[in-house]
């Protein structure tokens, strides 16, 4: 059976620091990798997709960067930190696109 | 232009009571249709999916319906629970395989007992 684990699971940093998010998925190979951010209440945004290592494409600019060093791991990050990424990050494997548990991030 | 829409907003149903979910879409490409359940504090759960090519899927409790000539589909959760309180996605995918899903901002059920 696959799994997917993020890391950390919550995270509380101050505006301006660098921020680094993972997401590891076990029980699969070569799967597509997805990055999402979801505000308070809110619906959920597509941030990036990865279909291979070292190939990442970006879906929408918020500041953010990602990575697929390994098959199985895909990380999310920044150096500068703003209020506006605060929310709830969420890493998804496709086609049938299941989703992590997800880390919520505060940006204070 | 938001391309996927949902309604109503949020739902309140009696226990035992069928809840209806809708959900609409611009993009006529869009080919597949999968909906998530999401409880507070964690990730989206799939929870069931539709084609294009169909007009009906049912998986115990949950049916959707869709409506390719309107764009529109919806999803019926028959006997609610009070554990089917939970926010519902409706989203999109153009090419099934692609992954690249667009969601609508979702409907908060509650289901009293």
């Known amino acids: 059976a696959q799994t997917i684990h993020q890391w950390p699971v919550a995270e509380i940093k101050a505006v301006g620091s660098p921020l680094s998010l993972g997401c590891t998925i076990k029980?699969?190979?070569?799967?597509?990798l997805y990055w999402y951010w979801q505000a308070t209440g809110g619906t959920l945004q597509q941030l990036f997709y990865s279909i291979t290592v070292g190939q990442v494409e970006s879906v929408v600019q918020l500041n953010l960067s990602a990575s697929r060093p390994k098959d199985d791991q895909f990380i999310l990050s920044t150096e500068k930190l703003l209020l506006s990424h605060s929310g709830f990050y969420l890493c998804?494997?496709?086609?049938?696109?299941?989703f992590g548990p997800g880390t919520r991030l505060t940006v204070l | 232009q938001q391309q996927v829409r949902q309604s109503p907003q949020s739902l309140t149903v009696w226990e035992g009571e069928t809840a209806i979910l809708n959900c609409s879409y611009e993009?006529?490409?869009?080919?597949?249709f999968p909906w998530y359940q999401q409880f507070p504090g964690e990730g989206p759960a799939l929870l069931i999916s539709?084609?294009?090519?169909?007009n009906k899927k049912e998986d115990g409790r949950f049916t959707i319906f869709f409506n390719k000539r309107e764009k529109k589909l919806s999803l019926h959760i028959a006997d609610s629970q009070p554990g089917d309180s939970a926010t519902y996605f409706c989203?999109?995918?153009?090419?099934?395989?692609?992954?690249?899903?667009?969601f609508g901002h979702g409907t908060i059920l509650r289901v009293h007992p």
């Open positions: 539709i084609l294009s090519v169909s």
């Open positions: 993009n006529s490409a869009f080919d597949y």
């Open positions: 029980g699969k190979s070569s799967p597509n």
């Open positions: 989203a999109a995918i153009l090419g099934a395989n692609t992954g690249k899903l667009t």
């Open positions: 998804a494997w496709s086609p049938e696109q299941y």
